[in-house]
């Protein structure tokens, strides 16, 4: 068989399988919102969509929903903007460290930093609250997190290293003469900011605002954590509800309520990638003219640096020191002599002495570390593909891989629900595994797509020549030029996939919990001690993948250069 015939193969399987994975849950949603009874395979009906779209509760849910999305990602935009702006154009200081923290809470999971926020400002006995009603001689709580508003604030500092990452390249390379010759011109900073900086960075800044519209639809921890104990609904925790509450779970009308959803994220994320597209008519670095500029801070330099550090604060060392604390002290405590004294690690002797939580390490263990490692392999040969081949099936592929970053985790979960519960994987561990793969898939692509694009195909097609296969070509010459890549790669799923919570509600049963869904369970039980310990055996784990993973490929690196 010829070079060109078998990467046509590998192209048409690759099709198939990543097909199964993206297609396949996406149809059985499709058929159980309009099949009669539980089956996804029953008499045609739209009476499920009926029964979900004439409930006098969805318009509220609709309502919260909405001002949770738009009011979270205009939060994290606007933090994204004011970051990246002070760390890419200003003389401010730190400016490593502040760019670091900037992206450190997509480290940290989203339930445990839900969780965090909860203990420190919720109503009954939340620290922070507690320390303001004795300072301030308050008859009650200033302040409550299980609210709307809290709930928008929490969202949008877990969003707002997202946005950052797609705003802060654009502003790097924005070149400031524009800018200059409007100033030259008479305009006022307002005018070119408004006239000038804002319109070239505009499809960078949409770009970040859909993206983080999409997340915040799919999102569920904070909606969970923060949102149920207030009575506040969103789509995903009112969805939950339908399939998990009542000796009769509403699989149906879930299903037709999910269509809506994730129709509106899969439109949402072409409207992404067409912005993403669009930045090449904003092109302002060139081979020539372009400098970079700092804009001096003068007086404001100080308290802009305060205020840098204050959010720091928020996003990373409050979220980790209360888990931390909350773990070592037998209740809620403020700190003090008396709380340092009955510090002690009954908490965590709990969670180890615990088989469900001992299972759930090890299942999250098995499925971060097997499974990135299989979805690194997948999203290798993808990306190879897209990247190198100009066919049918190749576009096909790239579009697939693509498709799973539009859906929202309790949705899908309930597609998937469906495709397994007719087979023997239902309420597995491979059930899982399987979820996790196919709805991180993009997680493994985009960074490998992106490394070998900077790998020169004459490399590949030189082995080729002189007789080697394209699988050994793949192994021996493409491989170990990507370790970067499938370092960033295999980071991004393993931590993913360790922390997973929205996919795993739905699907995990009792044999198959995970560590996101354990903490779950202790947080519904007021267990906080145990949720906190365990909470920081997950953060501990996912630093130790990272840490391993970037040792492993620099020591590869090193090997490959010294041989």
Known sequence: MSAGSSASTLARV??????????APVAMLAFGSVSEGLDAFGAFTLAKYVAAYTDPALLKVLWNTLVFVLGSTLLATLLALFLAYLNTRTDIPFKFVFGVLAIVPMMIPHLLFSVAWALLLNPSNGLVNRALVD?????GPLLNIYSLPGMIFVEGLLNMPIAYLIIAPAMASFDVSLEESSRVCGSSPWRTLLRITLPVLRPAILAAFVLGVV???ASYAVPRVLGTPGRVDVLATYLYEMVSTGFSPDWGRAAALGMSALATSIALVWVYRALTGESSRFVTVSSRGWRPSVVALGGMRLPLTAAVALLSLFIVVLPVAVLLYTSLVPYSMLPGAAAFAQMSLRHWAAVFDDPTSLLALRNSLLLAVGGATIGVLLSL???HVTVRQRSRAAGALETLSFLSFSFPGIVIG???MWFFVRTPLYATVWALLIGYIATYLPYGVRPLASALVQVHAHLEESSLVC???RAT???RIVAPLLVPGIVSAW?????MFLRELTLSVVLSRPGSEVLAVQILAFADDGLWGRLSALGMVMIAISTALVVLARAAGSRFKAGMAAG
């Open 467 to 469: 007789g080697a296969s």
């Open 491 to 495: 980071i991004l799923m393993a931590t």
């Open 381 to 383: 040969l993808i990306a």
């Open 414 to 416: 309930i597609g998937f």
């Open 215 to 217: 997340r915040a639809l």
């Open 135 to 139: 300072l301030l001689g308050l008859q």
């Open 14 to 23: 690759l099709v198939l399988v990543v097909g199964a994975l993206t297609i």
């Open 473 to 475: 070509t793949l192994r």
